[in-house]
């Protein structure tokens, strides 16, 4: 409701850490507990993606939501969860970038695809230019963000005659 909005813009000067309020309305007799979350730049990360979640929901699809959240409790909250939001930086996000490229599969068996990563780092972008829309942090320049590039050769096997004969009679 944009009554949270406006007094949550009122009160984040006042608060240094993350302070969260109950308010209650009425509509059509039902009763209604809004919980707003006041957030600062001392914020840690998981609270801003799951706020955004939170608020992203009626706008995107089910499955696009299960999917954000999926990214979010796998890859993002381990890495960046209680780390203040104010102090993420381009050279953090870079250094994440490697991280996944290298190390990032769950499983702990190497690097995850630049498809992945990018769909990741599409998360982490989108929660946090909700943070920079809310007055939180500073816009960050994505521009300086660098993607590894896919370096993986993909080889045509071909057989030979003898073996494509061999093939065809099984």
Same mark, same amino acid.
């Given at each position: 409701?944009?009554?949270?909005? #406006? ?9 240094? #850490? ?33 706020? /955004? &979640?939170? $608020?992203? *929901? ?5 499955? #696009? @939501? ?28 870079? $250094?994440?970038?490697? @991280? ?28 946090? @230019?909700?943070?920079?829309?809310? *007055?939180?942090?500073?816009? &960050?320049? /994505? ?18 005659? $003898? ?8």
């Amino acid at each position: 409701p944009r009554y949270c909005k #406006t007094l949550k813009s009122q009160f984040r000067a006042l608060f240094n #850490t993350v302070r969260r309020g109950y308010f209650s309305a009425k509509s059509s007799s039902v009763k209604i507990l809004v919980e707003v979350v006041y957030m600062t730049e001392n914020t840690q990360f998981k609270t801003l993606v799951n706020t /955004w &979640l939170i $608020e992203k *929901r009626p706008m995107i699809t089910p499955s #696009t @939501h299960a999917n954000f959240v999926l990214i979010a409790e796998n890859h993002l909250i381990p890495y960046f969860g209680r780390k203040k939001i104010g102090t993420i930086t381009e050279t953090d996000i870079q $250094e994440y970038i490697t @991280h996944l490229y290298n190390e990032g599969r769950l499983d702990g068996a190497g690097g995850i695809t630049v498809k992945s990563i990018r769909d990741i780092i599409l998360v982490l972008r989108l929660s946090l @230019h909700y943070a920079y829309k809310e *007055r939180i942090v500073p816009l &960050l320049n /994505w521009d300086l963000i660098e993607y590894p590039k896919d370096t993986g050769i993909k080889k045509v096997v071909s057989l030979s005659k $003898e073996q494509e004969l061999a093939l065809i009679q099984c």
